[in-house]
């Protein structure tokens, strides 16, 4: 298994910036790629950015965040983070950590609790 724990979190204004972490553990060797998703109050979970693969500096960001936000992580530390600058009223979300794997052909989604992101007008 994989567990994922999220920090970084809280309560900013618009125009400000948050970094958020994920640090996982557990079969973090079975990881294929990471990234992170948001949820907001009444809305689908949406992808927001995350790496092509683990071995792969590949990015992609969702375009609602592209400019703004940056993925980043320690490979040796299995942590990702995120850095989020400029933020907008409509970046309050719940934000979740993300981690795919595969193990012998099985895929499998690992997911965080989650942390709440609050961008106040």
């Known amino acids: 298994q994989v567990q994922l724990v999220e920090s970084g979190g809280g309560l900013v204004h618009a125009g400000g910036s948050l970094r958020l972490s994920c640090a996982a553990s557990?079969?973090?060797?079975?990881?294929?790629?990471m990234g992170w998703y948001r949820q907001a109050p009444g809305k689908q979970r949406e992808f927001v950015a995350g790496?092509?693969?683990?071995?792969?500096?590949?990015?992609n960001y969702a375009d609602s965040v592209k400019g703004r936000f940056t993925i980043s992580r320690v490979n040796a530390k299995n942590t990702v983070y995120l850095q989020m600058d400029s933020l907008k009223p409509e970046d309050t979300a719940v934000y979740y950590c993300?981690?795919?794997?595969?193990?012998?052909?099985?895929?499998?989604?690992?997911w965080g609790q989650g942390t709440q992101v609050t961008v106040s007008s």
């Open positions: 790496f092509a693969s683990d071995s792969d500096t590949s990015t």
């Open positions: 993300n981690a795919y794997s595969e193990f012998w052909g099985s895929p499998k989604d690992y």
């Open positions: 557990g079969f973090t060797y079975r990881i294929k790629r």
